[in-house]
């Protein structure tokens, strides 16, 4: 079984300011990390993947997430946020029968 | 490429009605997925076609759900009737990629909001 918990329903930054989304994860066994995104009224876009190879992974836009397995955690950043960054970013994560399983979603606030 | 489309994007409907949500995968991609948000909660698995069979459709709640895939194309999600705990948002995915455990490669719809009343 798998579980994964996103520590924070709402992330408020100001533009240009860094970004730090949290996430920890629960599995018997090593799972794969996923960041998603989704933009109003837009589909789910897969941000970044971790699959046991490095344990710093860059995705798009900028984001990178760390694997750090004694600390079950893989956080997302970003050094500079853009407004267009606002959107709601789950952590997911997937491999075996159990499937994919989400985090409940962290909303990210862009003030001016 | 077109991305995987859903409709309708918005449906309001009151209790005891039907409601049928369709799902246009990308052309090609034999697997084909639902997952459901309820309100405050993680988006959770419902099933899994490979082209029109269903691999795994452990995580649909109850008989009141029925998804196909005539043709192994567009799928169909129907709720027959609706009751109040199936409000949220019900997203589609496809992926091409066989054994599906290669989630990297899922594309997700933009969901469809169902609201009962």
């Known amino acids: 079984a798998q579980s994964v918990t996103q520590l924070d329903s709402h992330v408020s930054v100001s533009e240009g300011t860094p970004v730090l989304l949290r996430c920890n994860y629960s599995s018997s066994y090593s799972p794969s990390l996923f960041w998603y995104v989704q933009h109003p009224n837009k589909g789910l876009q897969l941000l970044l993947k971790y699959t046991s190879a490095a344990t710093l992974v860059k995705g798009i836009n900028g984001f990178e997430a760390e694997f750090k397995k004694s600390e079950t955690s893989f956080h997302l950043t970003k050094p500079s946020a853009h407004m267009s960054d606002a959107a709601e970013y789950f952590c997911?994560?997937?491999?075996?029968?159990?499937?994919?399983?989400f985090g409940k979603g962290t909303h990210l606030i862009i003030q001016p | 490429e077109a991305g995987v489309t859903q409709f309708p994007s918005h449906s309001v409907i009151e209790k005891g009605q039907t409601v049928t949500l369709r799902c246009d995968p990308i052309s090609g991609h034999d697997n084909l997925y639902w997952y459901r948000r309820v309100m405050g909660k993680e988006i959770k698995f419902l099933l899994h076609f490979v082209k029109e069979s269903k691999q795994d459709e452990s995580g649909m709640p109850n008989n009141r759900f029925l998804a196909e895939r005539t043709g192994g194309t567009y799928s169909t999600l129907k709720v027959q009737p609706a009751e109040l705990e199936d409000s949220g948002v019900y997203f589609c995915?496809?992926?091409?990629?066989?054994?599906?455990?290669?989630?990297?490669?899922?594309?997700f719809g933009s969901g469809t909001q169902l609201s009962v009343l």
């Open positions: 995915a496809s992926s091409q990629v066989w054994p599906p455990l290669r989630y990297e490669k899922l594309f």
């Open positions: 997911v994560a997937g491999g075996g029968a159990d499937g994919l399983t």
